[in-house]
């Protein structure tokens, strides 16, 4: 085996330490591989297998999985089963997580550390908006010593909003990860003038967090990976009463760690910050090891993500469009302002076009897909630029005013055929795909 090959068997060994799977994406951001969704690795796994096989190992690449699945995937099955027969894949799938892997000198790494050797911790905000509030804030100065005394510059701490405060869809999940330096000050300095003249005026937050520790980087979490902490911290959560965790914060271990690395996030602005934020949709292990990153597709899109599987979506524009426009009611009946595109997360997408607008009555929608799907549905992003030029196609031919770019007004029926115009297309582009793999 090549260096190529232990360094992926090594992951695959370092994730059954951990009595987890994996997936296709997560290997290839882990060694550098030039395709996202993993396609040309089935050459180096069959030698992986064939080389454990000969060791009388237990066989690794049967923890691979395709994201949200169990059990490889049958194509895969097939390989495994020239080598091991017609094993049961679940009883197979145990021996891997049973076995020692730390006793195979070849395979050993500690892949189950963040990079850099970084610390975990957890803690609950009240919502997440680095961008306006660059700091963490303890009530007092040996809340605030205990953090420094026990953590390193850089320690990276996740963002929970609580459970009885902070937007409804928030409450309980993790939302973000900051990075924080141990640069101290009173919170004022990091926190933008309008936010703190909230937080002033707030009976239930004036005079509190003053105590403060900048950030230094920031990530939001896609709200497609939006999960209860309880489901990806339980040990940490459950360590220390909520109450205790929002004022203190508590250490997050290395295998819970590890769960947190593979969200997909999006890295945010830091108030105060001269630094810009790179916006790309990645996985946090991605976003934090830029060295081993996916190199960026060849083919343009709007929004800074690697490439990957895809949604379409249409974004509509909620609010009352006649005024927006300028024109009578009557002229725009039955009619929306939509954005048609793809990315690996519509939320995401929708937050960031959100962003550019000014607080008021209008606000920005995912229209389609009316219910997410868990995963997306189209392999990459050539895959999806084909669904979205047939979406824009479909409004251009039936005369749906442009409105620049992506956007347009269009009436209602003729979005919902859009919709199915797009998915239509990439349909029949996946169908190629798959089968030139």
Sequence with gaps: MDSLKFEIARFLASKAMLKQRTTYQQVGEAVGW????????????????NYLAEKK????????????ERYPHEDAMEYIRNVLGDINIETTQQEVFAFDWASVPELQTDLTKLPDGREVWLTSFWGFDPSQWGCIGFADEAKRNRFLTQSQPGTLVAIYVTKGKGPEDMRGKIVGVLELSHELGHAQNYIS????????L???????WLYAVKVSRAWSVVPEDWKRVEDILPEAYSSAHPEFIGASGVKVGAEEAEKLLQLDVQEVHVYGSNEAADPTIRTLQSALSPSRAIPPPSAPYTVGETDGPKFLYILELQGDIAAYL??????????SIIKVGFSKSPLARRNQIQSAYPEGSFKWSVLFPSSMPNEAPYANAAVAIVG?????????????KVLGGEFFLAEDWLVRKTWAAGNYAAEQEQGKFENES
Excluded: Q
């Design 57 to 68: 190992l237990p066989p690794l690449t049967t923890v691979l999985v395709k994201k949200g």
């Design 193 to 200: 003038g309008d936010r703190w003249r909230e937080k002033d």
């Design 34 to 49: 030039n395709h996202p969704n993993g396609r040309g690795l089935g050459a180096h796994l069959e030698v992986i297998l």
């Design 388 to 400: 979205e030029d047939a979406m824009k196609k479909r409004l251009v031919d039936e005369k749906a």
């Design 326 to 335: 300028g024109c009578l009611a009557a002229d725009v009946e039955e009619h």
């Design 202 to 208: 707030d009976p239930a937050s004036n005079g509190k």
